[in-house]
C-alpha cells in the first residue's frame, strides 16, 4: 500500500457526460501528478500540482483540468467525454516538487460507453 | 518516436530461471532512470532509481545498470518467481524547467512466470 488513495475504483459513464476523480496523497507529500494509462499503451504525465499550484503540464487536453486543494487533495475533471478517454488514470505523491520519487495509487478504471 | 523503448515487449520464462530487460532512451539531458513494477490494474512500484553517474543498482533479486554513454538499461531479475509476473516500465527523468522533472514512460515489458 503507497498510501496514496484514489476513488471511486471504477467508472462507467456515457459520452459528453463530464466526471471527477479524486486523489489523496501521501501523508506530508505536497506535490500530486495525474496520469493516464490506456490499452497497451504507457503511462503519459497529465499535470502535476504542488501545494495547490500547477507545476508542470504535460499532454492534457483542454477538455480535462486538475486542481490541487489547500489539505491537499487533488481532483481531476475530465468533461465532454469521448470513447478514446477510457483508461486508467493513476495519481501519485511525492514530498516535495521534484518527481524523484513517486508514489502511485492504485488507479480510478474509467469506461466510457 | 518514443523517447524510451523498451524490448522485449514480452516475455515467458520458467520459474527459477534468470531473465534480463532492455530499455533504450534519447531522452537528453535526463536526471535519472527507473525502473517500476506494474501488476495488472494497479500503480506502479518503483524498484530502482539510478542517477547519470551509477552504474548498477540493486535491490533484492533486481538488478538494474545504466549505461549513460549508450542510453542504455538492463533490469536483471534473478531466480524469479511466479510474482514476479508483471509489466516492468523503464522510466526517464528529464529537466522540465525550474525545479521539477518530467517523467517519460516506455511502454513496459510484460513478464510471464510459469511455473
Redesign the interface.
Known sequence: D?G?TQTPKHLITATGQRVTLRCSPRSGDLSV?WYQQSL??????LI?Y?NGEE??K?NILERFSAQQFPDLHSELNLSSLELGDSA?Y?C?SSPS???????????T?LTVT | KNQVEQSPQSLIILEGKNCTLQCNYTVSPFSNLRWYKQDTGRGPVSLTIMTFSENTKSNGRYTATLDADTKQSSLHITASQLSDSASYICVVSAPYGGATNKLIFGTGTLLAVQP
Open positions: 503507497s496514496v501528478y497497451d499503451q504507457g503511462l503519459q504525465f502535476q504542488y507545476r508542470a504535460g486508467l493513476f501519485a516538487g521534484h518527481s524523484y520519487e513517486q508514489y502511485f495509487g492504485p488507479g478504471r
